[in-house]
């Protein structure tokens, strides 16, 4: 099912409007995407028409060749890769929350970043190189694979959300309630505590969300200290 993103704009914009802007934190770059009308992807696992303007050009410009790459591990029989971490948040949140890489979770990491060699993509090495993943000279932005399974195998795969990126191309990203849950264990591990306001974040701006699944996926990251009443209020 495709939802096309021109047509809910009018329908969103009265909601934009009352968005109240982010607040920094550290490791984040907050701009003020939010602060005008946009139509927030749909968390539903449903494919969707993505509007790439929501996000600035340097995301943009990785999005579309993650979704070019995507699409070639797919024709020779791959399943699709999956993003994860701090680009899924910058997603979901239309670029108000910035990301410094593109983590990825695929079964065939081989075939993968042979996929991304073949368009163009090298892996840095040398004295005072910290990135462990890819890179693409014209792009601000690093590829890595994370996992092979979505969080240890525990996120739902049929949740993921099928992004249609133009030309027939499209992008595999998390869920929104898995992220939330992710962003909550690392926040509750105490290693991350700023993952805690990613949470917020995104748990404010999608009400829509699947509350059931997202609580039983907070109290699994975060071996049961914490639930959704954490991100209410």
Not at 11 to 27: I, T, V, W
Not at 87 to 106: H, K, M, Q
Not at 113 to 130: D, H, K, M, Y
Not at 206 to 217: F, K, L, V
């Amino acid at each position: 099912m495709f939802v096309n993103l021109d047509a809910e704009k009018e329908l969103r914009e009265s909601q934009q409007h009352a968005q109240k802007p982010l607040s920094s934190a550290a490791g984040l770059r907050v701009s003020a995407a939010l602060r005008e009308p946009k139509t927030l992807p749909n968390p539903r696992p449903i494919r969707q028409t993505l509007l790439m303007t929501a996000y600035r050009p340097e995301f943009e410009a990785a999005l579309r060749l993650f979704a070019r790459v995507s699409e070639a591990m797919k024709v020779r029989g791959f399943q699709a890769p999956v993003l994860v971490g701090g680009a899924a948040v910058e997603v979901y949140s239309l670029s108000a929350i910035a990301t410094g890489d593109f983590d990825i979770s695929t079964g065939a990491q081989d075939a993968f970043e042979a996929e991304l060699q073949r368009n163009g993509f090298i892996r840095p090495s040398g004295p005072g190189v910290a990135t462990r993943g890819w890179i693409h000279p014209e792009l601000a932005l690093g590829f890595e694979v994370v996992s092979s399974t979505l969080l240890d195998g525990m996120a739902d795969r049929e949740r993921v959300r099928m992004i249609d990126a133009g030309e027939g191309q499209s992008v595999s990203v998390i869920s929104l309630e898995d992220i939330i849950a992710d962003r909550m264990g690392q926040f509750a591990s105490g290693s991350a505590p700023t993952m805690f306001a990613q949470a917020k974040e995104l748990f404010d701006l999608y009400p829509t969300a699947d509350i059931g699944y997202m609580e039983s996926r907070i109290r699994y990251e975060t071996a049961g200290e914490y639930g959704i009443d954490a991100l209410k209020g």
